[in-house]
T-cell receptor, first 116, second 113 residues
Framework: GAGVSQTPSNKVTEKGKYVELRCDPISGHTALYWYRQSLGQGPEFLIYFQGTGAADDSGLPNDRFFAVRPEGSVSTLKIQRTERGDSAVYLC??????????????FGNGTRLTVT | GQQVMQIPQYQHVQEGEDFTTYCNSSTTLSNIQWYKQRPGGHPVFLIQLVKSGEVKKQKRLTFQFGEAKKNSSLHITATQTTDVGTYFCAGLLYSNSGYALNFGKGTSLLVTP
């Protein structure tokens, strides 16, 4: 079946601009996660949703970052006033069960964001 | 920030040699998961360990979870070029914010024929 889909695959934007990154999880998966990965680093947790609500947004670096999942399926990560330090690969993952169950994460291919 | 430490950062072996990566947490983990990321790819789930002292095998890969549930290891016997990639451990931690899966920085494995 279809995996986690992320669009766009690449995004180049100028410093100060607003960007939206989209994630389509595996159908029926309850939990959805956003991670950020810089070169040579492991995925850094940003936020996760259980259904429509953000269950844990403690990883969002500051108030320029915001994510929504209005219907409990597709999610959008929004970054305002982008900075060069925001450049990274943004990974989305979904899992069949809630985070506390330890259900494995299925990752998308990521969106590579470059802020110039 | 990342609360799970992983060593070594890099490992270069000759094909046929063994390889081990170690993962340590300062706090007790609910469980630990291992992922593999090929160059240019995304992390792919390998296995989950839940019980104290648990050992699981997948062909040439052996995964262990420490008795105190604070450390884990992945051992690959007789590496092959197809084993190339970065191996991440991810610890499930419970905090006031809920459950979070925290990844280590990974161990990048290079295998030369």
């Amino acid at each position: 079946g279809a995996g986690v889909s992320q669009t766009p695959s690449n995004k180049v934007t100028e410093k100060g601009k607003y960007v939206e990154l989209r994630c389509d999880p595996i159908s029926g998966h309850t939990a959805l996660y956003w991670y950020r990965q810089s070169l040579g680093q492991g995925p850094e947790f940003l936020i996760y949703f259980q259904g429509t609500g953000a269950a844990d947004d403690s990883g969002l670096p500051n108030d320029r970052f915001f994510a929504v999942r209005p219907e409990g399926s597709v999610s959008t990560l929004k970054i305002q006033r982008t900075e060069r330090g925001d450049s990274a690969v943004y990974l989305c993952a979904s899992s069949a069960q809630l985070a506390g169950s330890g259900s494995p994460l299925h990752f998308g291919n990521g969106t590579r964001l470059t802020v110039t | 920030g990342q609360q799970v430490m992983q060593i070594p950062q890099y490992q270069h072996v000759q094909e046929g040699e063994d390889f081990t990566t170690y993962c340590n947490s300062s706090t007790t983990l609910s469980n630990i998961q291992w992922y593999k990321q090929r160059p240019g790819g995304h992390p792919v789930f390998l296995i989950q360990l839940v019980k104290s002292g648990e050992v699981k095998k997948q062909k040439r890969l052996t995964f262990q979870f420490g008795e105190a549930k604070k450390n884990s290891s992945l051992h690959i016997t007789a590496t092959q070029t197809t084993d190339v990639g970065t191996y991440f451990c991810a610890g499930l931690l419970y905090s006031n914010s809920g459950y979070a899966l925290n990844f280590g920085k990974g161990t990048s494995l290079l295998v030369t024929p």
